[in-house]
């Protein structure tokens, strides 16, 4: 990979993490439009999960409601999304060169 190409990775990374850590302070308490019409017309109130998420709601369970725990799982999401990514483009590579070399 090129240092330029790197360099471009990390900045929009970094550009990731700051917008993680300010929408926790910038986002409306406020349903979204799909939750507010999904209150106004589902006249079925909400079942049990299959399984808890490990950080329902935005939050940490230990943090409670506070923005830190909001900080917290947003920027541990935007991490792991972006590893995921890289674990993906790498095994796209990987699968590209092994067909080349047949």
Known sequence: MK????KFIIGGLVVAIIIAILAPFLASSNPDGLESAAEKIVLVEET???FEAPMPDYAVPALGESPLGGVISIVLGTIIAFLAMVGLATTARWFKSESNGN
């Open 3 to 6: 240092a330029k190409d790197k």
């Open 48 to 50: 049990e999960p299959v």
